[in-house]
């Protein structure tokens, strides 16, 4: 059969491509090299581990909250295995959607590796040997990323693990080290800490989730050392060992003569991912990589090979679902000779940890650096009365605004629910909006998103009204 466009992957930005492209129109295919449709973050991302981010914070809120709010519970207990059950069970639920949208739009689905024979021929290698050929006009690389590991981490995936295994875990840790103070090692340290496990981070930079603003980062590591998380900053990892039961890592300091040995059940890297593109048969089609073996494209997302695309975790930007959404749905209406736009910068990042972490925008470190003039408003979620009602109140919201024109830069939220929080600040920011017109809209009582209000009032001359 020939194809007008077949998408190799099907994560959040392949299904989505493949989906945009039959709504225009587009007799559309799409590859997965795995079982399940929904790469990696359906399968082994984002969605088991906010399963069992909600999970954990249910057993920690009842046996350290519960009691205040007048709900006495006796001999609390994890249950690991059922929690694990459960997360597979959405994770099914999930992936089974997708098969329902790839029917429902008319998209043929083929199960096996897809790899370019030329631009116009695809082969798709599947489990019991066979192959299989695509004939198609246009391709969307959508083969996402997959965790990094240094040979000196000696990965073995039974005790020196991935986030793949660290879903898995099927025991409440003693000891867990975490190689990374990033998204993936953050959220799921967080999951073992609520449920009793001590954790120690190693980390590279001298503060966590450093691509954010600092602010986020304090007040995060303020929350999660009240976990009973360790951090280790600015070291360096030489070694991980495993004798098959204990790991040992072993770090130095990068700016003092100081070195570290941890000890633990388990060590989880986490030092970030990247591209899938092996065996795609790229040099086939002409498609070279940079230096960080991204595929390079153009502002419409083609690559060096004409009608072949590339989206999502293969090329620059950030490894988010949702930006390899956007492009995924940019591509298809590109190819449809419409003019779509994808502002980058106001593509929200957030950390689901709790308190969540969520951002948008300039950072005041990069605006600092910049040279840009601008002004800061914040405020603490404590203030809040639906703060204190809930027991949720660590964080602040913080809103940087242009000094001259008032237009919002950035937006930076640590507090409950601020994933979703955030979306007021896209929208906002979207539209151009100034703090002033955040701070004169009319926010609900009593909200969480009241925060952002008074952040707005605070960043157009001090006039937050309840601090």
């Known amino acids: 059969m020939k194809y007008d466009v077949t998408v190799i992957g099907s994560g959040p930005g392949g299904y989505v491509a493949a989906i945009r492209c039959a709504q225009l129109g587009m007799k559309t295919a799409i ?21 069992l981010l909600d999970s954990s914070e249910h057993y920690h809120n009842a046996v350290k909250k519960f009691k205040e709010h007048g709900i006495e519970i006796d001999n609390v207990k994890v249950n690991m295995s059922q929690m694990i059950d459960r997360k597979n069970g959405v994770v099914a639920q999930t992936t089974k959607g997708i098969d329902y949208l790839m029917g429902k739009n008319k998209i043929d689905v083929f199960n096996g590796f897809g790899s370019f024979v030329d631009a ?35 990965y073995d995936g ?32 967080s999951v073992y800490a609520r449920l009793g496990t001590k954790i120690e981070v190693v980390e590279y930079a001298d503060r966590i989730i450093a691509s954010m603003d600092k602010d986020c980062s304090k007040e995060l590591t303020r929350s999660m050392k009240k976990l009973g998380v360790k951090f280790h900053l600015k070291y360096g990892v030489t070694e991980v060992t495993s004798d098959g039961k204990i790991t040992t890592l072993k770090a130095t300091h990068r700016e003092k003569d100081k070195s570290i040995e941890l ?16 065996n795609l048969g790229l040099e086939n089609i002409g498609v070279a990589l940079d230096k960080r073996g991204r595929i390079e494209v153009d502002a419409h997302l083609e690559t060096s090979a004409k009608g072949v695309y590339a989206i999502g975790d293969v090329i620059k930007g950030a490894m988010l679902a949702h930006k390899a959404e956007e492009e995924g749905v940019f591509v298809a209406e590109v190819m449809a000779g419409q003019k779509p ?5 106001l593509i929200p990042g957030v950390v689901y940890t709790w308190p969540e972490v969520a ?13 840009r003039a601008y002004k800061v408003g914040k405020f603490p979620m404590r203030a809040l009365g639906r703060a204190r009602a809930s027991m949720d109140i660590e964080g602040m919201v913080k809103v940087i605004a242009d000094k001259e024109t008032d237009e919002v830069l950035g937006v930076h939220m640590v507090g409950p629910r601020t994933a979703d929080m955030i979306a007021e600040a896209v929208i906002a920011m979207e539209f151009r909006a100034s703090a ?3 701070a004169r809209a009319s926010h609900a009582h009593p909200t969480y998103t009241e925060a952002t209000k008074e952040a707005a009032l605070a960043a157009t001359g001090d006039r937050a009204l309840h601090v």
Not at 127 to 150: H, L, M, Q, W, Y
Not at 163 to 171: F, M, P, V
């Open 359 to 371: 951002a948008v925008g300039y950072t005041e470190e990069e605006l600092k650096e910049s040279g």
């Open 31 to 51: 590859i997965e090299k795995d079982k399940t449709l929904g790469g990696t973050c359906l399968n082994v991302g984002c969605i088991p581990s906010k399963a």
């Open 436 to 438: 002033e017109d955040i």
């Open 158 to 189: 039974d005790r020196i693990i991935t986030s793949t295994e660290a879903l898995e875990i099927r025991e409440v840790p003693e000891r867990m080290t975490i190689i990374g103070g990033g998204v993936i090692g953050l959220e799921l340290g």
């Open 263 to 278: 000890k633990s059940d388990y060590c989880l890297i986490a030092v970030g991912r990247k591209p899938y593109t092996a």
């Open 341 to 345: 736009h994808i502002h980058y910068k």
């Open 120 to 154: 116009n021929t695809l082969n798709v290698a599947k489990e019991d040997g066979s192959n299989e050929t695509i004939k198609t006009e246009r391709v969307i690389i959508a083969t996402g990323s997959e965790p990094t590991v240094f040979d000196s981490f000696n």
